[in-house]
């Protein structure tokens, strides 16, 4: 497995979290599987829209954008691209950069917490982490766990 097909599943993972809370924002969903959380509280303040649509919608767009650039970067063309690893780090940073934002909304404005957030934004440092890890790569195509040492 790649770095990039790491990057594609955790993406795709992160991609339902923000389905599932997309879902229940748009009301297709009754309530949230939340535990001793609370989810709906978060969800249901107005910090759960920004520029006129739900947090959750854009969750769903980053995490569907990462997935594809991360896919795009294991087919033969863009293997070794850098340009598509910068494309990752800045795109990743910045999903960090928000999650940290809206961490900060639900510790000290909204005074609640969302486990299906807080999942979100740990995935959103994952991902960070993998892009940081594939960008010092220089973009070339390692396995993961293979022992045997790259051409020089």
């Given amino acids: 497995m790649t770095r990039r097909m790491l990057t594609a599943l955790v993406a795709l993972f992160g991609l339902f979290v923000a389905l599932y809370l997309a879902l229940y924002k748009a009301g ?9 959380g609370s989810c709906e509280t978060v ?7 920004f520029l006129g649509l739900p947090v959750a919608a854009w969750g769903v767009g980053y995490y569907a954008l990462v997935f594809a650039l991360a896919v795009a970067g294991v087919q033969d063309r863009w293997a070794e691209s850098r340009g598509l690893s910068l494309g990752l780090l800045v795109l990743t ?3 960090v ?8 909304l639900e510790l000290f404005v909204i005074n ?10 740990v995935i959103a440092l ?9 960008f010092k790569a220089g973009g ?13």
């Fill in 97 to 104: 950069l928000f999650s940290a934002w809206l961490t900060y």
């Fill in 93 to 95: 940073g910045w999903g």
């Fill in 28 to 36: 297709v969903i009754g309530t949230l599987a939340c535990g001793a």
């Fill in 126 to 134: 994952v991902l960070f982490v993998l892009a940081i890890w594939d």
């Fill in 140 to 152: 070339r195509v390692e396995v993961i766990g293979d022992t045997t040492p790259p051409n020089t």
């Fill in 43 to 49: 969800q249901q303040s107005r910090w759960a829209t």
């Fill in 112 to 121: 609640a917490i969302c486990r299906w957030c807080v999942v979100s934004a």
